[in-house]
């Protein structure tokens, strides 16, 4: 039994937290997880009992690469639990992204805040948040808060 935790991390911020949930599933629960860049995840489907998708929100959307991951592989998705968890730097999902992610059927989904490194962005990214007046750079991942989910998934179908 092995639960995929797919990845989406154009900084590295939601791999980590990706990394944090596979080690308490792993630690706690006794679950055996293979963490994936999304690029190389389609490789792991056949042998996924259940699939966490963890990505973050780019302007307003989900990361494209994750979306172009949900509908090119919708079919081999449909018949697995899938999971959602959404990184972002605001408070909560934007209820779009939540009405996207509601229409591929998650058993859940999960909204933690990430993080917003200046060193790590280029300067397009730092424009675009000085424009649209977004520039909180800090590190919002509540440890705490992820674990604790982490833990309450096995009634979720992860095993
Ligand atoms: C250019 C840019 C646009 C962003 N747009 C959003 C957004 O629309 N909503 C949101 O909640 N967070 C937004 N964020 C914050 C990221 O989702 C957050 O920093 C996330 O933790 C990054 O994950 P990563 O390090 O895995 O790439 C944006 C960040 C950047 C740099």
Request: glycine fraction near 8%.
């Amino acid at each position: 039994m092995t639960t995929l935790i797919v990845t989406s991390s154009a900084h590295g911020s939601t791999r980590e937290i990706a990394e944090r949930v596979a080690e308490v599933l792993r630690t706690s629960q006794s679950v055996e997880t293979v963490v994936e860049d999304v690029a190389g995840a389609a490789a792991w489907l056949a042998t996924a009992d259940a699939v966490i998708v963890a990505a973050p929100v780019y302007e307003g959307s989900l990361a494209a690469d994750a979306r172009h991951f949900l509908d090119s592989r919708r079919a081999e998705l449909a018949d697995k639990p899938l999971l959602f968890l959404a990184s972002g730097g605001g408070y909560e999902l934007d209820p779009k992204v939540r009405e996207k992610l509601e229409s591929y059927g998650p058993r859940e989904i999960a909204f933690f805040r990430g993080a917003l490194v200046e060193e790590r962005l280029g300067w397009l990214e730092k424009l675009k948040l000085k424009v649209s007046r977004n520039e909180n750079y800090g590190d919002y991942r509540d440890w705490d808060a992820i674990e604790a989910w982490a833990k309450s998934l096995s009634g979720h179908g992860v095993r």
